[in-house]
């Protein structure tokens, strides 16, 4: 079983910067893909970003030049660097893991989930 815990989350003024961290157990995750998800309130959960073992990664269009994803397996931590940032951008962000090495911009293709950190981006 694996468990992520996301962290980095807050308040940014638009135009502004922050990156988020998911810490994740377990001694195999350098061959898990990760992804990273965010929720609007009132809206579907959506693909924002993911990284296989490879380190090859894809992004939302959304969120193209504007983030980026990296991982340190290492530390077992992938993050997302989000830089200049619209109010767009607020929501629940979370971080999410699979087995395999195939890129996956569904949620149901994640068997794990952390419990979300809210971005709050005020205009």
């Known amino acids: 079983q694996v468990q992520l815990v996301e962290s980095g989350g807050g308040l940014v003024q638009a135009g502004g910067s922050l990156r988020l961290s998911c810490a994740a157990s377990?001694?195999?995750?350098?061959?898990?893909?990760m992804g990273w998800f965010r929720q609007a309130p009132g809206k579907e959960r959506e693909f924002v970003a993911t990284?296989?073992?490879?380190?090859?990664?894809d992004y939302a269009d959304s969120v193209k030049g504007r983030f980026t994803i990296s991982r340190d397996n290492d530390k077992n931590t992938v993050y997302l660097q989000g830089n200049s940032l619209k109010p767009d951008d607020t929501a629940v962000y979370y971080c999410?893991?699979?087995?395999?090495?195939?890129?996956?911009?569904?949620?149901?293709?994640?068997?794990?989930w952390g419990q979300g950190t809210q971005v709050t981006v005020s205009s």
């Open positions: 377990g001694r195999t995750f350098g061959s898990y893909t």
């Open positions: 999410a893991g699979r087995r395999g090495s195939t890129f996956a911009v569904v949620p149901s293709q994640y068997a794990y």
């Open positions: 990284i296989r073992s490879s380190d090859s990664t």
